[in-house]
């Protein structure tokens, strides 16, 4: 589509007999912010940018994804002293409505430029920032525009920029799958904005933005804390906070954050590269993360259940497994109260539902209204009903037609995989 646009434009220009003039009204600079894609959908939002093109630029081989994949393992096999080619853009834009000046701001916010040969999780040479210019005008520029970013950067406390600034020597288009990568990809991860910090001048500095500054750690849970990365234009964000945030009942801390880093002190395993990204600490550390989000409440719940619950929880949890008859949790327990998931923290059953059966589980005549699903279950030659908590998917045993009145049903289940919460708020085991 980008190629024919480009055609017909040409051909319009010549028609009219004003080819020269065409080309003169335009401008281009080559931009490389690491992973293509996410570049190109950030450049084009720019009002005065008429054309974005993904690419390959500056480097001594041919110019194709899977030359450059391999040429970045020669290389660090030390099998290669070649330069190989950076991932870039190449940003055409109409100097009478916006300045290359205006174009380097987008460039310097969308990015984190003081990260070497890497851009997030994407690591090698051919994730290098980097600005490849036309003549000596556009290098003075990006160099005036790298100091001023630089200071803006220092003030912020973070790192000395890396980002190579140097004259286009070579430039090839990306394949045509490359193109457009997002608006024909739209589930695709939303970037997180670069360093969070606003280039001096540019229109993020002059209106209200989302705070982007580091959470306050005195004010989190140090022992453990869910931190949620966000962006303030990332749908994928709107749709988590909408679907399990303004919901949320466990017991795990929460908070959201629109900056980058951690709360000072606190570390990161690796860079952030993509929104939104749940990042599970324990005593300031990493110790997992969720990235991306697209409607997957089962997947996100079933990576948080992995941190909070024992391994005897997990094998009931998420391979349909039990206890044994007697030893599970909760079989004694007579106390006002709601059973909840253990991880979710979703109500399941009321305490005055609960009888003995004599069964050696905790057993309820009636569950609380949409807090189960119920599964055919086939294994081990029977055909049974098993129930499953509706807000995380994880088993919690089966439901049989052998209970006492009003419903006649006996919900069986594994007191491992229950916490109770007695009335009055008192949290349970």
Same mark, same amino acid.
């Given at each position: 589509?980008?190629?024919?646009?480009?055609?017909?434009?040409? $051909?319009?220009?010549?028609?009219?007999?004003?080819?020269?003039?065409?080309?003169?009204?335009?401008?281009?600079?080559?931009?490389?912010?690491?992973?293509?894609?996410?570049?190109?959908?950030?450049?084009?939002?720019?009002?005065?940018? $008429?054309?974005?093109?993904?690419?390959?630029?500056?480097?001594?081989?041919?110019?194709?994804?899977?030359?450059?994949?391999?040429?970045?393992?020669?290389?660090?096999?030390?099998?290669?002293?070649?330069?190989?080619?950076?991932?870039?853009?190449?940003?055409?834009?109409?100097?009478?409505?916006?300045?290359?000046?205006?174009?380097?701001?987008?460039?310097?916010?969308? =990015?984190?430029?003081?990260?070497?040969?890497?851009?997030?999780?994407? $690591?090698?040479?051919?994730?290098?920032?980097?600005?490849?210019?036309?003549?000596?005008?556009?290098?003075?520029?990006?160099?005036?525009? &790298?100091?001023?970013?630089?200071?803006?950067?220092?003030?912020?406390?973070?790192?000395?920029?890396?980002? !190579?600034? @140097?004259?286009?020597?070579?430039?090839? @288009?990306?394949?045509?799958?490359?193109?457009?990568?997002?608006?024909?990809?739209?589930?695709?991860?939303?970037?997180?904005?670069?360093?969070?910090?606003?280039?001096?001048?540019?229109?993020?500095?002059?209106?209200?933005?989302?705070?982007?500054?580091?959470?306050?750690?005195?004010?989190?849970?140090?022992?453990?804390?869910?931190?949620?990365?966000?962006?303030?234009?990332?749908?994928?964000?709107?749709?988590?906070?909408?679907?399990?945030?303004?919901? #949320?009942?466990? !017991?795990?801390?929460?908070?959201?954050?629109?900056?980058?880093?951690?709360?000072?002190? #606190?570390?990161?395993?690796?860079?952030?590269?993509?929104?939104?990204?749940?990042?599970?600490?324990?005593?300031?550390?990493?110790?997992?993360?969720?990235?991306?989000?697209?409607?997957?409440?089962?997947?996100? #719940?079933? #990576?948080?259940?992995?941190?909070?619950?024992?391994?005897?929880?997990?094998?009931?949890?998420?391979?349909?497994?039990?206890?044994?008859?007697?030893?599970?949790? =909760?079989?004694?327990?007579? &106390?006002?109260?709601?059973?909840?998931?253990?991880?979710?923290? @979703?109500?399941?059953?009321?305490?005055?539902?609960?009888?003995? /059966?004599?069964?050696?589980?905790?057993?309820?005549?009636?569950?609380?209204?949409?807090?189960?699903?119920?599964?055919?279950?086939?294994?081990?030659?029977?055909? &049974?009903?098993?129930?499953?908590?509706? /807000?995380?998917?994880?088993?919690?045993?089966?439901?049989?037609?052998?209970?006492?009145?009003?419903?006649?049903?006996?919900?069986?289940?594994?007191?491992?995989?229950?916490?109770?919460?007695?009335?009055?708020?008192?949290?349970?085991?």
């Amino acid at each position: 589509m980008k190629t024919l646009l480009r055609v017909v434009m040409l $051909v319009l220009a010549v028609m009219a007999g004003t080819a020269g003039t065409a080309f003169a009204a335009t401008d281009s600079i080559v931009l490389g912010m690491g992973c293509f894609w996410g570049a190109e959908k950030r450049m084009s939002e720019l009002t005065g940018v $008429v054309d974005v093109e993904s690419g390959y630029a500056n480097g001594d081989i041919d110019g194709t994804y899977e030359a450059v994949l391999a040429h970045e393992k020669a290389l660090k096999r030390g099998k290669s002293d070649k330069r190989n080619h950076a991932e870039v853009v190449k940003v055409s834009f109409d100097p009478a409505k916006v300045s290359l000046e205006s174009v380097l701001m987008r460039f310097w916010e969308s =990015h984190d430029p003081t990260q070497g040969d890497r851009q997030g999780n994407d $690591v090698g040479s051919n994730y290098r920032s980097a600005i490849y210019t036309n003549n000596a005008a556009q290098q003075a520029t990006a160099l005036k525009t &790298r100091d001023v970013y630089q200071a803006a950067l220092k003030k912020a406390g973070l790192k000395t920029i890396t980002t !190579e600034i @140097a004259p286009l020597k070579k430039f090839v @288009a990306a394949e045509t799958y490359h193109q457009d990568y997002l608006k024909k990809n739209p589930d695709g991860y939303c970037g997180l904005g670069g360093t969070g910090v606003s280039y001096p001048g540019s229109i993020a500095s002059k209106i209200a933005q989302p705070d982007k500054s580091p959470l306050d750690a005195k004010a989190l849970n140090l022992k453990r804390q869910l931190i949620v990365f966000e962006a303030s234009d990332c749908p994928f964000c709107k749709q988590f906070k909408a679907e399990v945030l303004d919901s #949320w009942q466990a !017991e795990v801390a929460v908070i959201r954050t629109y900056s980058p880093n951690p709360p000072a002190g #606190w570390v990161l395993e690796k860079a952030l590269f993509a929104t939104p990204t749940i990042v599970l600490f324990e005593n300031g550390k990493e110790v997992s993360r969720f990235t991306g989000y697209n409607g997957d409440k089962p997947r996100f #719940w079933k #990576w948080l259940g992995f941190h909070l619950l024992t391994p005897a929880q997990q094998k009931i949890a998420f391979e349909q497994g039990t206890e044994r008859p007697g030893t599970g949790s =909760h079989l004694d327990e007579k &106390r006002p109260g709601t059973f909840v998931d253990p991880i979710t923290g @979703a109500a399941l059953f009321r305490s005055d539902t609960k009888f003995d /059966s004599g069964t050696g589980w905790p057993s309820f005549f009636n569950p609380l209204p949409g807090a189960l699903s119920e599964h055919v279950d086939t294994a081990h030659g029977m055909k &049974r009903v098993e129930v499953r908590s509706a /807000s995380s998917g994880i088993h919690l045993g089966h439901v049989f037609d052998d209970g006492p009145p009003p419903t006649g049903k006996r919900y069986c289940i594994n007191g491992n995989v229950l916490k109770f919460v007695p009335d009055g708020g008192a949290t349970g085991k």
